[in-house]
């Protein structure tokens, strides 16, 4: 019999002797059973993929431990469990009696046994979502911590978005940086939420690194087509990333420690009913470059000023108030700073000076939330959710000088301080009904107070004893949002499933209202066990956008609501998809393609740069559609000692706009026609693991200037200017790399090597214009003659990372 084990991740991370477990299914699969244990306990599942063959469990458990659940599901079967530290081994037990199931025709007949049998070569491999033909969405993942961990990164900081990236469908964006542009998408279309509450920025350093801890998250929920209707306010997709749980008989967590940044983490009880989580997280690059600014400074009379830093903090605290009612309060803080700048001064007899030119550039985001889950009765469950998410950045500049003389000191001071801000005050409220063992209900509402401070920017002129301060005129603009959704879901035979939802809000500024209905529909056939044929519709709208002028995620960037002139962005997508799995699920096989339409895009006009205040957003800005359309394919293997997957995408993506590149349609930034991605685990031992990732893609569009206007030739300079051409005319060439990592355990922790861009390949990132001398004799001498070239611009080498996990 060829065994397949199956681990099933780590669900939220409480101690499950230490929390009691509620479950009520009716004749559901075993596996499908044990995911739901896996998100209310710390223990692991093991066993054989034949051992659950066809294995359908009927259980109602409310507030029992984990050993009376286990000894009731496995009561009338063949199946032995044994509990060894935080797994649960399951194993068949030697035939003695026959006991017949529910009389069923697809499912065989069960062995009573008395003694135990241990399965042979234990695999353990990760595992926390339904296989895709057993679940009725296209296009959504569920994605464990551990799981993110095996993805090798950028100076060995793991990243939940990176980790998305290699997703089929999802185009990465400048390469080392966490954007994500879903099936044609801008990387603000992306809602990303912590613990079921936005947060509008999730990178640290223009998109180096993300704003997640990876050390304390539990699992990210993700969809990109098949859109839940509680999820809108985005065209593209809705990532919830779900943070640990503490501990309940213990303090337990790890503090790890790395070449470029360091983090720490722990959990364990308060009382007997209430846990903690702390998570912790800091980079070392202010400190890494303080030598390198002494020896440079020391060999000039210029001072160089230059630090970065990123750290963030994470709090929660869980309480069980009954069997029925638990709470939670939640904390995140994250924070960068950058500084710059140069410091110079000059001293001759009688005369000197001093100057000063600083540039400090802090940005981050708060979130403070307050969470309830209730189960009302024995169908009912809510959820109630109360928080403020806060984003936040500041830009100053500061420009000092002193000239000294025998009769005076003057000094003057310029200071620049530009701030940028977007707040949300959020109330919530999400439920779900089962009617019965086929049906499921899903209900909710929410308000959402927005507060809004595109760009406020002050001056400050002083000299001597005169100072003039001047500040824009932009205030805070408030928006209020409500939305309400409801979701019906049923398995309308043992081949066809379907979910319909509607999601209905309006949004409100300055007493302009708009509003929005978003229907969405699935539908899953399985004309045999282990193949699955779906369709999918969903329409989203988006209230808020947010203007960029580069490509990179900046502080800069800034979030304006809909208003004016305009109208509410709007997608609307259909897909198909076709999945194949073998018994037990160890591989599986899907393809889905899907056609995108984007309606009120909202961008830059040409050759306008956006200055607030709000009133002139209608003469910066324009309106257009885009559209996108292709194909994903992906094959996975889920278990064993070698887990990865192989991924394709051939897309197409473009935009419209009226009042950009002369109202033709030009392609998107990220239109990669092809895109192959590959990642591999390979766990070589009890302590060793081996983690490869491959990534390929058809090069971004950018906007090459292939033409210049050469001016007249004054004393042997000319001056080229360059022409106005298309938008995004010119595809850099293909992209590619490959990353490792390996993991090493020891007795008290971990250490993690990393090799990114591991064979040294330095991809093109974009194209700049220069200038290159060409010297000519004459009659009368040489001549000199400036002529443009183009250069390639290149950023990422192999770079090497180490760190070392301990664990206690």
Known sequence: MRKIILLCMIGLALCAEGRNIDISVVDRPAAEVFRM?????????????????????????????????????????????????????????????????????????????????????????????????ETVEIGARKISGAEIKNIPSLFGENDVIKALQMQPGIAAGTEGFAGMNVHGGEHDENLYMLDNVPI???????????????????????????MPAKYDGRLSSFMDVR??????????????????????????????????????????????????????????????????????????????????????????????????GSEEKFTANDYGWFESDKYNLDWGNIVVQAGLDWRINEDITSEFTAAYTRYFSTMKHDDVTHDISTESVDVSQSLIKTDNNISDLIFRGD???????MSRIKFGAGYTRHSFLPERTSRSQIFNDTDIYRRDSTYTYGANELNAYIEYGRDISDKLQADMGLHASLFDIDGDTRHGISPRVSLSYRPV??????????????????????????????????????????ADKVAIGAYWGTDGGNYTVSAEAYLKSMHNLLDYRDEYYLRPPLDIW?????????????????????????????????????????????????????????????????????????????????????????????????????????????????????????????????????WSFGLYNAYCHMNTVGIRLGHKKVYKETSTGVSTKSIPVFQKIKLLPIIPSISYTWEF
């Not at 998250?217 to 098949?226: E, R």
């Not at 009379?301 to 929660?316: L, M, Q, S």
């Open 37 to 133: 244990i896996v998100e209310q306990t710390d223990y692991n599942f093991v066993y054989s993929s034949e051992l659950l063959k066809n294995l359908r469990l009927t259980i109602d458990a409310k507030d029992k431990p984990l050993k009376k659940v286990l000894s009731d599901i496995f009561h009338d079967t063949d199946i032995a469990y044994k509990i060894k530290g935080k797994n649960i081994i399951l194993s068949r037990k030697k035939a003695q009696k026959k006991l017949s199931r529910p009389k069923k025709e697809s499912r065989p007949e069960i062995i009573r046994t008395d003694t135990t049998t241990v399965l042979p070569e234990l695999e353990v491999v990760s595992r926390t979502e339904a296989p895709p033909v």
């Open 200 to 226: 509008y920025q999730v990178n640290h350093f223009a998109g180096l690194f993300s704003a997640f801890n990876t050390d304390i998250i539990n699992y990210i929920d993700f969809y990109k087509t098949s």
């Open 243 to 340: 943070l640990r749980n503490g501990l309940y008989e213990h303090h337990g967590g790890s503090a790890r420690l790395g070449l470029t940044s360091g983090a720490f983490n722990i959990a364990g009880p308060i009382g007997s009913r209430t846990s903690y989580l702390i998570g912790l997280r800091r980079s070392w690059y202010d400190i890494l470059t303080i030598p390198i600014l002494a020896i440079v400074n020391s060999k000039q009379d210029e001072k160089i000023r230059a630090g970065y830093a990123f750290g963030d903090f994470n709090a929660k605290i869980y309480h069980s108030f009954s069997p029925d009612v638990n709470g939670f309060v939640s904390a995140y803080y994250g924070n960068d700073y950058l500084r710059s």
């Open 431 to 437: 439920f779900i009904w089962r009617p019965d063992d």
């Open 529 to 570: 066990g282990n193949v699955a044929v779906k369709a999918a519709y969903s329409h989203t709208v988006q209230y808020v956008h947010q203007l960029a002028q580069t490509y990179l995620s900046l502080p800069t960037d800034q979030w304006i609501p809909v208003c004016g002139r305009f109208k509410p962005q709007s």
């Open 618 to 750: 209608n003469d910066r800005l324009t309106s257009g559609n885009g559209s996108a359309k292709g194909i994903d394919f992906k094959i996975e293997k889920v278990y064993g000692k070698i887990t990865g997957h192989i991924a394709y995408s051939l897309a197409w993506a473009d935009r419209t706009f009226k009042e950009k590149n002369g109202g033709r349609t030009y392609p998107a930034r990220f239109d990669n026609r092809h895109t192959v991605n590959i990642a591999i685990s390979w766990k070589a031992s009890d302590k060793v693991q081996l983690n490869a990732a491959w990534t390929g893609h058809s090069g971004n569009r950018f906007t090459l200037l292939s033409q210049v206007w050469e001016g007249p030739d004054f004393d042997g300079y000319t001056d080229n200017v360059p022409l106005r051409a298309d938008i995004n005319n010119y595809r850099l060439p293909f992209y590619h790399r490959l990353d490792l990592s390996c993991n090493v355990r020891n007795r008290h922790g971990y």
